[in-house]
């Protein structure tokens, strides 16, 4: 890899850094706008942020309630040192705290919106209400305030808030409406893991974004970007560009978040090691699973524990991701794979550097929770649903349905799917694009069942509410229909390509008693 870590670059390896690194893009623009560009181009290269750690917010107890109180507001955000860029926030300027809860707690949301436009707060991941999922049917109106109220049913894991209103999610959240949800149980509390939050249990939200001549990353793709999902070429952790983390402890726990709106990553260290998993999107893995790279796609988040040990500094990066079902001959494999995830780009989105000394951390517990397999005898019902992008003329011109989930593009006003409170229900995933979709189920945290016939791999065997499918693959999920119904809010299924969601790549269910 090109990465040194002895944070100074040679001229030999920093021609060949240039190459890959943000800066080649960044250095373009840098050269009209910005004042000193070398220094700055210097602070891109040698990753020498700090981590920013979003704050932990736990909420005030007011009785049996635990109150949050979030405001969305637009800021500026100094991504590089001097230039401004004007983003949105939640209770901050880029980003929100991180919102920490207990399984079983009561709480109340009270959202303010003084964004200048209407927008919505959804809870990805969490099981609650129809009517509090924070989707498309409840607006709220700058300077209104909305007040979900509901109780934490959940596994420990690691969640998410963000904007989810009709035809605007992709905008939202690139100006940077979003934030991370920790929930806690009692079996999580009582395992020997990292958990010192912001010391060795640290939240990592990945995203890329586009930096404009003016400094600023104000969302503004191109018809391509919105076709295919808007990618940026400089990538951002907790809002830190070219970030460094000094770890102080042995292991340390992170917990990935990829909050991007298009890019697929495919995270591993600069030096290869290993590292383990020890959850997905809605649970943790029943045990740690060992590996040295993991797959994320947006909206998706796995927690891994690292080993920092040792005197080298290291990155954590995401490699290009070419899906696989993609024929290389189709459109070039460069061209397919620029398109589908990360451009075809390096990142380095973290350098975490170990302390000289570094405190022993306990061994990582060999058994971590029990996850109560679904059987596909049980299932109730099958549904299946194809997501497709037609081409053709009508496409080239920006005509006809362009995203779409069995043959349908999203409508408010239309109910695609009636599903009965307490039914198992096994949905079968389908994609004849080009492209890879990340499915997204609201109200459950399912199962995956298999992936083209196969078993999941073992980092996928876990509670998930976001499954990527590849170009011609088919995959089988089982959820369970639980605790809420309602015969007039539905919950949502959608492509987490937030782009792709916003032109219709969505559908409605109800969940009714
Ligand atoms: Cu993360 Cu329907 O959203
Ligand atoms: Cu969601
Ligand atoms: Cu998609």
Known sequence: M?????????????????????????AFSAAFIMPNWPALAQAANLHNNSLKIPPLYRGEKQGDITIFNLEMRNGNTEFYKGINSPTSGINGSYLGPTL???????????????IGETTTLHWHGLHVPAKYDGGPHQPIKHGEVWSPEFTIIQKAASFWYHPHLMGKTAEHVWQGLAGMIIVDDEESLALSLPKEYGVDDIPLVLQDRRFLKDGSITYSPTRHDIMVGMVGDVPLANGTVTPYFVAKKQLLRLRLLNGANASIYDLSFSDNRSFVQIATDGSMLEEPFETNSILLSPGERAE???????????????????????SSGMMGGGMMRGESSSDGQLFNFLEIRPDSYLKKSPPLPKKLT??????????????????????????????????????????MSRIDEIIKLNDIEIWELGNDSMFAHPFHVHDVQFQILSRNGKKPHAGERGLKDVVLVNPGEIVRIIAKFETYADDKYPYMYHCHILEHEDAGMMGQFLVVA
């Open 2 to 26: 090109n990465y040194k870590n002895n944070g100074f670059f040679h001229s030999l390896n920093r021609r060949s850094f240039l190459k890959n690194s943000a800066l080649s893009s960044f």
């Open 100 to 114: 920490r809860m207990n399984n079983g707690d009561r709480v109340r949301l009270n959202v303010k919106n003084l």
């Open 304 to 326: 891994i524990i690292v080993d920092v040990s040792g005197d080298k500094n290291f990155m954590l990066q995401s490699r290009p991701y070419v899906a696989s079902g993609m």
């Open 370 to 411: 029990t996850i109560n397999w679904l059987d596909e005898k049980n299932a109730d019902k099958n549904r299946s649903f194809l997501m497709s992008m037609p081409m053709g003329p009508m496409m080239m011109l920006g005509l006809g349905k362009t995203h779409t989930i069995n043959g349908k593009e999203m409508k």
